[in-house]
């Protein structure tokens, strides 16, 4: 048997693409009522993905976690009862399932939004009570050798020495 | 000695009480048997009130004669007032305490009433029986207890009772030897030497004095009334003494052998007890003729005066000390020596005393110490003269205990101890000295003492070193007549009552009389006096000082002491930085301060380890104060980030949540499908 030239590179790469494509486009058909449940329900992670201008895409990613918990319902009833594109249809044009879906994403959206606001004070307040434990410890210092304590060594030295020479 | 009173103020005019034997009388002057030094007063015996007494109240600057006291405790012959009692009384009259001797009062008045008087003349039968025979008894038994009366002279001759015919000595105890004594009637070492520093001297100087008194008593006043002093010296020098007192006056014969023989200047012709008694008893010796210094052919010429022998020469030395350097060293000086006076031997003995010193000039002083050197040279037996001062040795105690207000004369004697000039004066010495030991031993100790001046040295610590007996002279306690340490502390506890704004409990003169009359005390007690008086080792220098000496005087209580130490030490606990600590020694050393027990205070005191102990934690809590603080600064700082780093956690910590709950919530909408 004649032994065939193995292919290039770049073509097994072009190759699995279009394979995988294929694959792809062939599972979106079998499930596309759900893919355009999909596709109209994650607008606002889409959106928020494209807005997010940090690399980690944390707004993304928070958004979408919740967007994506809203449509899973919608996405599970269909799969359970009626998985077609009219079931689909009604779907999608059902105003509590839009609800359900762009509130889920707006909840991620706020837990975004407030997140930082939490951090940030429970930040402050951690430092706020270091503070004040430090503030203690000198206040102890200064109980138990007076307020002599809060110069500095040199500012005491010459004190001393300014009563030696009185 | 009787024991003391501790009570200064008695009630003014009530008799006082010595010993519980003896009244004194301070409302019962007696000025007729006063003493330039004393003053005398009624006293009474409490047993027999029949004891015509008289009680000598001493001047507390002046060192007490006790051991010449202690002498005459029991003496016998009747020649001389006898001592009954001695000790301190409180003295309203003056609010102090004062030495007091009692003694027997004389039966008759002061023979001559005073330096210039005239009284009547002694014939020759008068002075063997009423003068020589109950005199010289006395300076016979003087001699035999190794003691010298050094007070002979005819104002301190009492008549024996009213008929006047036998005469007895006056007191020997009330001044420093010969203190008093006018130089007409003391010898020629004697007349050089200033009053305060004749010393105990010899049998040989109450001879003289007892001549030169007999001269008076012959003649019935002073012999040479107006005779200047210095003028006097250099006739008894250049023609002796004889000639000098006696030559224009008339006297018997008889007379005039014994004043010969009483007034010779030359040691060995003088004559002692057994030649007196020998013309007392009728023999006749031929008249001596006396023994004069050699002349020289030419005279030696110093500040315009001329001087014919060495021992004139050497008062000149001593009196022109100023500018008697320049002669010493000059060739012309050692050209009389050997050519006009032919005094080989005191060439040896100036060369031996002054040696390289005449030659060379080294620095400020040396034409005083040079001069002193040459006087030595010149008349080994004359005083140690410095400076314008002249002492024996033996006087120089009573010398300080008289210099101690005169600024100029202390500091003179500081300059004599530090020259060390006793040891050359001692090796000058033709007629070896009994007691040269001891002095050179003391002489030794003098520069160290004046070379120092901290508390406890300088010109009061030799006053103390050289006066076995002289009280206290610190004007703190100088009222009670501070003997001994147990003194002191009550002394010192009255003071404190009312001690003003800045009490000094322990001045130059305590310290000096602790360190030399308190054995226990060693220099290392005195060193902290050196310091700052503000300083904390000063003040507990002065609590250690004063803790000693109460252990030492066996006092238990001194409360008002002890409170006004407690009160010094206030500024010490204050130097605590550590709060508790200073709260807490407040509180102990107001405790211990209400004890009257200085070693309560200084057992709180006794560490000194303590105050450097807290100084280093002090430094300690200082630098955590100021570490801590900068950490806080950085804790601000970080504040001030919390936003940036609150974002960009905060969004992290929401992708997780978000995350975490959705998964959770996801897992359950599956089970609820699927389950």
Same mark, same amino acid.
């Given at each position: 048997?004649?032994?065939?030239?193995a292919?290039?590179?770049s073509a097994?790469?072009?190759?699995?693409?279009?394979?995988?494509g294929?694959?792809?486009v062939?599972?979106?058909?079998w499930?596309?009522?759900?893919?355009?449940?999909?596709?109209?329900?994650?607008?606002?992670?889409?959106?928020?993905?494209?807005?997010?201008?940090?690399?980690?895409?944390?707004?993304?990613?928070?958004?979408?976690?919740?967007?994506?918990?809203?449509?899973?319902?919608?996405?599970?009833?269909?799969?359970?009862?009626?998985?077609?594109?009219?079931s689909?249809?009604?779907?999608v044009?059902?105003?509590?399932?839009?609800?359900m879906?762009?509130g889920?994403?707006?909840?991620?959206?706020?837990?975004?939004?407030i997140?930082?606001?939490?951090?940030?004070?429970?930040?402050r307040?951690?430092?706020?009570?270091?503070?004040?434990?430090?503030?203690?410890?000198?206040?102890?210092l200064?109980d138990e050798?007076?307020?002599?304590?809060?110069?500095?060594?040199?500012n005491?030295e010459?004190?001393?020495?300014?009563?030696?020479?009185? | 000695?009787a024991?003391?009173?501790?009570?200064?103020?008695?009630?003014s005019?009530?008799?006082?009480?010595?010993?519980?034997?003896?009244?004194?009388?301070?409302?019962s002057?007696?000025p007729?048997y006063?003493?330039?030094?004393?003053?005398?007063?009624?006293a009474?015996?409490?047993?027999?009130?029949?004891d015509?007494?008289?009680a000598?109240?001493?001047d507390?600057k002046?060192?007490?004669?006790i051991?010449?006291?202690?002498?005459?405790?029991?003496?016998?012959?009747?020649?001389?007032?006898r001592?009954?009692?001695?000790?301190?009384?409180?003295?309203?009259?003056?609010?102090?305490r004062?030495?007091?001797?009692?003694?027997e009062?004389?039966?008759?008045d002061?023979?001559?009433?005073g330096?210039?008087?005239?009284?009547?003349?002694?014939?020759?039968?008068?002075i063997?029986?009423?003068?020589?025979?109950?005199?010289?008894?006395?300076?016979?038994?003087?001699q035999?207890?190794?003691?010298?009366?050094r007070?002979?002279?005819?104002?301190?001759?009492?008549?024996?009772?009213?008929?006047?015919?036998?005469?007895?000595?006056?007191?020997?105890?009330?001044?420093?030897?010969?203190?008093?004594?006018p130089a007409?009637?003391?010898?020629?070492?004697s007349?050089?030497?200033?009053?305060s520093?004749?010393?105990r001297?010899?049998?040989?100087?109450?001879?003289?004095?007892?001549?030169?008194?007999?001269?008076?008593?012959?003649i019935?006043?002073n012999?040479?009334?107006?005779?200047?002093?210095?003028?006097?010296?250099?006739?008894?020098?250049?023609?002796?003494?004889?000639a000098?007192?006696?030559?224009?006056? =008339?006297?018997?014969?008889?007379?005039?052998? +014994?004043l #010969?023989? !009483?007034?010779s200047?030359?040691l060995? *012709? &003088?004559? @002692?007890?057994?030649?007196?008694?020998?013309?007392?008893?009728?023999?006749r010796?031929?008249?001596?003729?006396?023994?004069?210094?050699?002349?020289?052919?030419?005279?030696?010429?110093?500040a315009?005066?001329?001087?014919?022998?060495?021992?004139?020469?050497?008062?000149?030395?001593?009196?022109?000390?100023?500018?008697?350097?320049p002669?010493? =060293?000059?060739?012309?000086?050692?050209?009389? +020596?050997? #050519?006009? !006076?032919?005094?080989?031997?005191?060439? *040896? &003995?100036? @060369?031996?005393?002054?040696?390289?010193?005449?030659?060379k000039?080294?620095?400020?002083g040396?034409?005083e110490?040079?001069?002193?050197?040459?006087?030595?040279?010149?008349d080994?037996p004359?005083?140690?003269?410095?400076?314008g001062?002249?002492?024996?040795?033996?006087?120089?105690?009573?010398?300080?205990?008289?210099?101690l207000d005169?600024?100029?004369?202390?500091?003179?004697?500081a300059? +004599?101890?530090?020259?060390?000039?006793?040891?050359?004066?001692?090796?000058?010495q033709t007629?070896p000295?009994?007691?040269?030991?001891?002095?050179?031993?003391?002489?030794?100790?003098?520069?160290q003492f004046?070379?120092?001046?901290?508390?406890?040295y300088?010109?009061?610590?030799?006053?103390?070193?050289?006066?076995?007996?002289?009280?206290?002279?610190?004007?703190?306690?100088?009222?009670?007549?501070?003997?001994?340490?147990?003194?002191?502390?009550?002394?010192?506890?009255?003071?404190?009552?009312?001690?003003?704004?800045?009490?000094?409990?322990?001045?130059?003169?305590?310290?000096?009389?602790?360190?030399?009359?308190?054995?226990?005390?060693?220099?290392?007690?005195?060193?902290?006096?050196?310091?700052s008086?503000q300083?904390?080792?000063?003040?507990?220098?002065?609590?250690?000082?004063?803790?000693?000496v109460q252990q030492?005087?066996?006092l238990?209580q001194?409360?008002?002491?002890t409170?006004?130490?407690?009160?010094m030490l206030?500024?010490?606990?204050?130097?605590?930085?550590?709060?508790?600590q200073?709260?807490?020694?407040h509180?102990?050393?107001?405790?211990?301060?209400?004890?009257?027990?200085?070693?309560?205070?200084?057992?709180?005191?006794?560490?000194?380890?303590?105050l450097?102990?807290?100084?280093?934690?002090?430094?300690?809590?200082?630098?955590?104060?100021?570490?801590?603080?900068?950490?806080?600064?950085?804790l601000?700082?970080?504040?001030?980030?919390?936003?940036?780093?609150?974002?960009?956690?905060?969004?992290q910590?929401?992708?997780?949540?978000?995350?975490?709950?959705?998964?959770l919530?996801?897992?359950?909408?599956?089970?609820?499908y699927?389950?």
């Amino acid at each position: 048997m004649a032994d065939f030239p193995a292919m290039p590179r770049s073509a097994q790469s072009v190759a699995s693409k279009v394979i995988g494509g294929v694959i792809v486009v062939g599972v979106c058909v079998w499930v596309l009522p759900t893919v355009l449940v999909l596709v109209i329900g994650m607008v606002p992670t889409i959106v928020a993905f494209f807005t997010d201008r940090r690399r980690e895409k944390y707004a993304a990613f928070c958004v979408g976690a919740m967007n994506l918990l809203g449509v899973l319902p919608v996405a599970l009833g269909m799969w359970t009862r009626d998985h077609s594109m009219d079931s689909a249809m009604r779907n999608v044009t059902n105003v509590f399932n839009w609800f359900m879906m762009y509130g889920a994403a707006a909840i991620g959206w706020g837990l975004y939004s407030i997140t930082p606001a939490i951090v940030a004070f429970v930040l402050r307040v951690q430092i706020e009570r270091r503070i004040s434990k430090m503030q203690g410890y000198q206040q102890e210092l200064i109980d138990e050798w007076g307020e002599g304590v809060t110069e500095s060594a040199k500012n005491a030295e010459d004190k001393q020495a300014a009563a030696a020479e009185r | 000695m009787a024991e003391a009173d501790t009570n200064v103020s008695a009630a003014s005019g009530a008799a006082v009480t010595l010993d519980g034997r003896f009244d004194i009388f301070p409302s019962s002057p007696l000025p007729q048997y006063d003493s330039p030094s004393a003053k005398a007063y009624l006293a009474q015996s409490k047993r027999d009130a029949d004891d015509q007494l008289v009680a000598m109240l001493l001047d507390w600057k002046l060192p007490p004669q006790i051991d010449v006291m202690t002498t005459l405790r029991n003496f016998a012959p009747t020649g001389m007032t006898r001592v009954m009692e001695w000790g301190i009384v409180p003295w309203a009259p003056e609010n102090r305490r004062l030495m007091v001797v009692v003694m027997e009062r004389p039966g008759g008045d002061r023979v001559m009433a005073g330096p210039k008087a005239t009284f009547d003349v002694f014939d020759e039968q008068q002075i063997i029986k009423g003068v020589l025979m109950p005199l010289i008894p006395v300076i016979r038994d003087l001699q035999a207890r190794g003691q010298t009366h050094r007070n002979i002279r005819p104002t301190n001759l009492f008549f024996t009772d009213s008929q006047n015919h036998n005469v007895m000595l006056g007191d020997c105890f009330t001044s420093p030897p010969a203190f008093h004594q006018p130089a007409w009637v003391e010898p020629i070492e004697s007349h050089m030497c200033d009053p305060s520093a004749r010393g105990r001297g010899r049998l040989y100087d109450d001879i003289y004095s007892l001549g030169a008194t007999i001269l008076a008593l012959a003649i019935g006043r002073n012999p040479v009334p107006d005779a200047d002093q210095h003028q006097l010296l250099l006739n008894k020098i250049n023609y002796g003494s004889y000639a000098a007192l006696a030559a224009q006056h =008339r006297v018997s014969m008889p007379i005039a052998e +014994l004043l #010969r023989g !009483l007034l010779s200047d030359d040691l060995k *012709e &003088r004559w @002692t007890i057994r030649e007196i008694e020998l013309w007392m008893g009728g023999r006749r010796l031929s008249p001596k003729q006396p023994k004069l210094p050699k002349r020289a052919t030419r005279p030696f010429e110093l500040a315009g005066r001329e001087y014919f022998n060495t021992r004139a020469l050497a008062v000149g030395f001593s009196l022109e000390w100023r500018s008697s350097a320049p002669a010493i =060293r000059g060739p012309a000086f050692e050209m009389w +020596l050997k #050519r006009s !006076l032919s005094e080989e031997s005191v060439v *040896e &003995r100036l @060369t031996k005393l002054v040696g390289s010193a005449a030659t060379k000039e080294s620095g400020t002083g040396d034409g005083e110490r040079l001069a002193a050197r040459a006087s030595i040279a010149l008349d080994g037996p004359a005083p140690l003269r410095f400076k314008g001062l002249a002492l024996m040795l033996d006087g120089i105690g009573d010398m300080v205990a008289t210099s101690l207000d005169h600024p100029e004369r202390r500091q003179i004697l500081a300059e +004599l101890f530090q020259a060390r000039l006793a040891p050359i004066w001692l090796a000058g010495q033709t007629e070896p000295k009994s007691d040269s030991a001891r002095w050179q031993q003391a002489f030794e100790r003098l520069p160290q003492f004046i070379s120092s001046g901290t508390a406890g040295y300088g010109i009061e610590r030799c006053l103390y070193e050289l006066n076995a007996h002289i009280p206290c002279q610190s004007p703190i306690v100088e009222r009670f007549y501070v003997t001994n340490m147990a003194e002191l502390i009550w002394a010192l506890n009255d003071y404190a009552r009312n001690p003003g704004p800045a009490p000094k409990l322990v001045d130059r003169h305590i310290a000096a009389f602790c360190a030399v009359r308190c054995k226990q005390m060693s220099d290392q007690w005195l060193r902290p006096l050196g310091d700052s008086e503000q300083s904390s080792t000063y003040k507990i220098g002065i609590l250690k000082i004063m803790a000693l000496v109460q252990q030492v005087s066996k006092l238990e209580q001194a409360p008002d002491l002890t409170k006004v130490l407690a009160e010094m030490l206030q500024p010490v606990v204050e130097s605590f930085n550590n709060l508790k600590q200073r709260k807490k020694m407040h509180a102990d050393v107001e405790a211990a301060g209400k004890t009257g027990k200085t070693s309560e205070l200084l057992a709180l005191f006794n560490d000194m380890q303590v105050l450097d102990r807290d100084e280093k934690a002090y430094h300690a809590a200082q630098a955590n104060y100021h570490r801590t603080a900068s950490q806080i600064s950085l804790l601000h700082i970080d504040a001030g980030n919390a936003d940036h780093h609150a974002k960009e956690m905060g969004e992290q910590v929401a992708a997780i949540a978000s995350g975490s709950i959705a998964t959770l919530i996801a897992s359950i909408v599956f089970l609820f499908y699927f389950i």
